[in-house]
């Protein structure tokens, strides 16, 4: 039996919205971290849908978790991604950010480089592929980022360490950007240059000029919504300036 992409879609929209809701619900007043419950069921829907059998050869099941696991992941990068930043940055404290940049910078930046580095050379020498040092280093991007959403709700739930939580969340606030250029990086020189050789000279040289890149932009952005605001903090900004 098929059926529309557009009531799969929609289906797996309103399923995924409403199951949230009742387990953030249920776990209210639980230690269970919300976002690992989440993770079991998603792990057991794929389980249901790969090994017990179906009596058809296409169940509505089976085409809602096909369709969302073969989404293109461009629509995640450039959709999901940037509104997750957005919300994170917006909602953060400026004046605990700033005081605590350094130890942001050097978790989102060295820190990822150092994890992204031990995690390549853990694959290279332990893992039986014999994957390229790129491929490694690649891997290492992509798994080195993590993610303390549930962290961070747990912090805000039993602790009132502010300073703690804006830490935590200010680098992964940065190590995503770190690690997108990084995992764009080894994957070009994995399939532009076909090449297992690691320059890493130009790849350094790369890195900076994307990150340095990406700041201008940013600061420039920045000074535009401050100084075109129609509110009274944007006005006192740029007549101050």
Same mark, same amino acid.
């Given at each position: 039996m098929e059926h529309s992409t557009g009531i799969i879609i929609l289906l797996f929209i309103i399923s995924a919205? =409403? &199951? !949230?809701?009742?387990?953030r619900y249920l776990l209210k007043n639980t230690n269970i971290p919300y976002t690992v419950a989440l993770l079991v069921i998603g792990l057991i829907v794929g389980f &249901? +849908?790969?090994? =017990?059998?179906? +009596?058809q050869n296409s169940s509505l099941l089976s085409d809602i978790v096909t369709s969302v696991s073969t989404i293109d992941p461009h629509l995640i990068l450039f959709l999901f991604l940037p509104t997750l930043i957005f919300e994170s940055a917006f909602a953060i404290e400026s004046h605990l950010f700033r005081r605590t940049f350094t130890q942001i910078s050097l978790l989102a930046v060295p820190g990822l480089i150092l994890s992204t580095l031990l995690t390549a050379v853990m694959v290279k020498y332990l893992f039986p592929w014999d994957w390229s040092w790129p491929l490694a280093l690649m891997f290492g991007a992509l798994i080195s980022a993590t993610d303390p959403v549930a962290v961070v709700a747990l912090l805000k739930e039993i602790s009132s360490r502010k300073r703690l939580e804006t830490l935590i969340e200010g680098e992964s606030l940065l190590n995503d950007g770190t690690a997108i250029v990084m995992f764009t990086l080894f994957y070009t020189m994995i399939t532009v240059t076909n090449s297992s050789s690691f320059d890493l000279l130009s790849v350094s040289l790369e890195f900076l000029w994307v990150v340095s890149l990406g700041l201008i932009i940013g600061l420039l952005l920045g000074w535009i919504v401050m100084c075109c605001g129609t !509110?009274?903090?944007? !006005?006192t900004y740029c007549s101050s300036k």
């Open positions: 919205l =409403l &199951i !949230g809701s009742v387990m &249901i +849908e790969r090994y =017990l059998p179906s +009596e !509110g009274t903090g944007a !006005g």
